[in-house]
């Protein structure tokens, strides 16, 4: 099965990209790759290969994939085709707390002089608020007072328009990895889970 595509991202000139599945093919050999340890450190990758402890690859070099890995967390891909920069964030729920996906914008803005007008985001396949039940320390987190379900997707998205991202500029893959079998999931199959790898760059 070929990995899966946003729509919106499709439409960005010179923009390649993919979210991975059970069953596709990608590995991150070629990519920019991280030891992603659920924080909101962001680096900038200038090669292919391992670029350092982190759980956000931002780079604007011709041709080089930056790559996540999941099962269960979100991989989020960004573009600004005006300045051919990408990102490839990891966002599980300790990053999402962390707001590592508006840390990684403001990277962009900083390091590429990345304008917000000019993002297009897209989150990809995660676990869904159908499945996500969180523990009274994780919900406090998300402003809950107790025990409850989290959705990821929708804070992660809130995250990106609050930083200035455009709402029709976002594009939310709604796929559950949980309860769809195309996907690993790491809460569902435990340390046997398997791990979807997703990638953007600008040629």
Not at 122 to 129: L, Q, S
Not at 166 to 181: K, M, N, R, W
Not at 187 to 201: E, H, V, Y
Request: glycine share 12%; net charge positive; proline share 5%.
């Amino acid at each position: 099965m070929d990995p899966l595509r946003s729509n919106l991202l499709c439409r960005a000139a010179r923009v390649e990209h993919g979210f991975g599945t059970r069953t596709s093919l990608l590995e991150q050999d070629g990519f920019a790759s991280l030891r992603q340890i659920h924080s909101a450190r962001w680096i900038a990758a200038g090669k292919p290969g391992p670029a350092g402890e982190g759980d956000a690859l931002i780079t604007n070099v011709a041709g080089l994939g930056v790559s996540v890995r999941t099962a269960d967390c979100l991989p989020i891909l960004l573009a600004d085709p005006a300045k051919g920069a990408v990102a490839a964030v990891h966002a599980g729920w300790r990053g999402t707390a962390a707001r590592i996906v508006a840390e990684t914008v403001d990277a962009m803005q900083r390091r590429y002089g990345t304008r917000t007008a000019d993002l297009l985001a897209a989150i990809g396949p995660g676990i869904g608020v159908c499945c996500f039940r969180v523990g009274e320390d994780v919900g406090r987190r998300f402003g809950l007072d107790g025990p409850g379900v989290v959705d990821l997707a929708e804070e992660n998205r809130r995250q990106l328009v609050e930083a200035g991202v455009p709402e029709p500029q976002i594009d939310v893959l709604a796929f559950c990895t949980f309860c769809d079998g195309r996907f690993h999931s790491f809460r569902r199959d435990g340390p046997r889970a398997g791990r979807m790898i997703s990638f953007i760059r600008a040629l």
